[in-house]
């Protein structure tokens, strides 16, 4: 039995919700770590209740004259913070332009700060977030895998390493919107997958 909780962030970029197919793979991965790890500790973050914007010429400046400062405990920095301190992340957003929906964009837009979550040194750029490991979820309608086009995933997994974060995993369930192919079937394989990794975080 663990000793010590661990605080896992849940980042919902499900714009659908109860509708999105995504948010299956999310509510999953909850249910089978909660039942796994009793003494973890989960903070919900739905990025479609919160007011997030993005950078313009002015609060970008504001911003920069913050850190800047180091006042690295401004409002402004406060889903960083909560990002830089978890212990494991798990991000669903559905595959959306060949990539993330604008509102998950818009969020790491505003966790991304040298101080926060990354920092700059002599030999260049490192993380600063301490999570062990992200889970990024998705559904796309068409199979995308291994094609250069498929931007979400290849995404996620470089702003994973760039924040520090060096264990990267992802379960997507492909082709849902083919009609030839069976989208409920994809969707239980991709749960069952779901769950199999969190058997071993």
């Not at 990354?118 to 291994?146: D, H, S, V």
């Not at 994973?160 to 974060?165: D, H, K, L, R, V």
């Not at 369930?173 to 975080?201: F, K, N, P, Y």
């Amino acid at each position: 039995m663990e000793k010590t909780a661990k605080k896992i962030l849940v980042i919902d970029a499900c714009v659908r919700r109860e509708e999105s197919r995504t948010r299956k793979l999310m509510d999953r991965a909850v249910q089978t770590l909660k039942k796994i790890h009793p003494h973890w500790q989960f903070e919900m973050l739905s990025l479609m209740d919160l007011d997030l914007k993005y950078w313009n010429t002015r609060s970008l400046k504001e911003r920069d004259e913050l850190l800047a400062k180091k006042e690295y405990d401004a409002p402004v920095f406060a889903y960083g913070n909560q990002f830089r301190e978890a212990d494991g992340v798990i991000v669903a957003a559905p595959f959306w332009d060949l990539s993330i929906p604008a509102v998950l964009k818009v969020y790491i837009e505003n966790i991304s700060a040298e101080g926060i979550t990354f920092g700059c040194g002599p030999e260049g750029l490192y993380g600063l977030c301490r999570a062990q490991w992200l889970l990024f979820l998705t559904t796309r309608g068409g199979i995308w895998e291994g094609s250069d086009m498929e931007q979400g995933s290849r995404y996620m997994e470089a702003i994973s390493g760039f924040f520090g974060i060096d264990r990267y995993l992802h379960v997507y369930a492909d082709g849902i919107d083919i009609d030839t192919l069976d989208g409920e079937r994809i969707l239980e394989e991709a749960l069952l997958e779901v769950e199999h990794i969190c058997s071993e975080l």
